[in-house]
């Protein structure tokens, strides 16, 4: 089992530009989560997703920023037009589809994204 | 919506000392409390839970314990080492059906030789 992938590990964008963070959920997990960490901060949740919907999206912005988990492939979290107050390290984790089990959330590596 | 605090921000101790890590919550409907490690620059992971029917749980040097009525929860590392330096984090979360953590802000843990 391969883990929760995330890629890139290190993303550099210019103001203005478009930011695309994908990952892939561990084998077997339906639910996909983000957070974003500033640095010296706590994680912050996003979005929580499951295939094809959007189950919970109250911590993410009102603008630029949407998320998505198609029926194949990774989540992906865009955030569109980024400035530099976006810079931060965004997670994702995943958890299995086990109703009435613990909510075990198993974290990615990380998009360390850098807004110039 | 959930509020959780932790508590020191940031806490040294000599190797083979005990470290103790408080977190409160404010959501009753919380029900599973994780605790995650980060090392510089990695993801977190989890180290220990619990769930809301059990009041303490341990796993070699590593203890949590929980208070539902006054809706505090701890961390408790024995022995500590220098592999234990790290940031951790507490989180809360209701469950039942799937649903977000929401973490506390974490402690940076120094143990010193």
């Known amino acids: 089992n391969a883990g929760v992938m995330q890629n890139p590990r290190h993303l550099v964008r210019r103001r203005g530009q478009e930011a695309r963070l994908r990952c892939s959920p561990m084998k077997g997990h339906s639910h996909v989560y983000w957070y974003r960490q500033l640095p010296e901060e706590g994680l912050k949740f996003m979005v929580y997703?499951?295939?094809?919907?959007?189950?919970?999206e109250s911590g993410m912005p009102k603008e630029r920023f949407s998320a998505e988990f198609p029926k194949e492939g990774p989540s992906i979290l865009r955030i569109q037009q980024v400035v530099r107050g976006d810079s931060a390290a965004y997670f994702c984790a995943s958890s299995p589809l086990l109703a009435g089990i613990k909510n075990i959330q198993y974290f990615g590596a990380g998009t360390r994204l850098s807004v110039l | 919506g959930e509020n959780v605090e932790q508590h020191p921000s940031t806490l040294s101790v000599q190797e083979g000392d005990s470290a103790v890590i408080k977190c409160t919550y404010s959501?009753?409907?919380?029900?599973?409390f994780p605790w995650y490690k980060q090392e510089l620059g990695k993801r977190p992971q989890l180290i220990i839970d619990i769930r809301s029917n059990v009041g303490e749980k341990k796993d070699q040097r590593i203890a949590v314990t929980l208070n539902k009525t006054a809706k505090h929860f701890s961390l408790h590392i024995t022995e500590t080492q220098p592999e234990d330096s790290a940031v951790y984090f507490c989180a809360a979360s209701p469950t039942g059906t799937a649903s977000k953590l929401t973490f506390g802000t974490g402690t940076r843990l120094q143990v010193t030789l």
């Open positions: 959501d009753s409907a919380s029900n599973y």
């Open positions: 997703l499951q295939k094809e919907n959007i189950i919970d």
